[in-house]
């Protein structure tokens, strides 16, 4: 079972940046396709970016221009970085692999953008 512990969270006024990360406890990072997810309150959990070592990115049309997600394969590492959050961007922010793995589902870190 792989762990994912996902850290980077914190409080942000509207337009400020943040940058989450993703730590694996196996190398699968290098080889399997990795996203990160969201929940917003009384939302369902939904993709926001996705990546594949040496592959695209992709990202939701929401977040396209505003998050980047990166792979660091050295540290096993999954990055998003967010600039210009927005209030809307609130949420718990998970990685997961692609498909989502429902065993390797993390605490996950908040997100929250004041206004």
């Known amino acids: 079972q792989v762990h994912l512990v996902e850290s980077g969270g914190g409080l942000v006024q509207a337009g400020g940046s943040l940058r989450l990360s993703c730590a694996a406890s196996?190398?699968?990072?290098?080889?399997?396709?990795m996203a990160w997810y969201r929940q917003a309150p009384g939302k369902q959990r939904e993709l926001v970016a996705s990546?594949?070592?040496?592959?695209?990115?992709n990202y939701a049309n929401s977040v396209k221009g505003r998050f980047t997600i990166s792979i660091d394969d050295a540290k096993s590492t999954v990055y998003l970085q967010i600039v210009n959050l927005k209030p809307e961007d609130t949420a718990v922010y998970y990685c997961?692999?692609?498909?989502?793995?429902?065993?390797?589902w993390g605490q996950g870190t908040q997100v929250t953008v004041s206004s």
């Open positions: 196996l190398w699968i990072v290098r080889t399997t396709r």
């Open positions: 997961n692999f692609v498909p989502p793995n429902n065993n390797s």
């Open positions: 990546i594949a070592s040496g592959g695209s990115a």
